[in-house]
């Protein structure tokens, strides 16, 4: 599958209410990322997708080392 488009970014965190996965809370749409649990940004499956506020994805990613 080829990465997501902002738009298609945009329409999977509207699809899941603009919340957070972690936190589980609403946030702005402009401060959601859609993270890849598989580190693979072609991998669009649902299931692999995680809808995590800027800084969860960043903090995520730092503690991951990658
Ligand atoms: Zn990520």
Redesign the pocket.
Known sequence: MPELTPTEREAIIRRRGCRSDKDGRKHHISNLEI??KDRDPNSNDPQNLRVLTKEE?RE??RRAKR
């Open positions: 993270h890849h994805h995520l990613h």
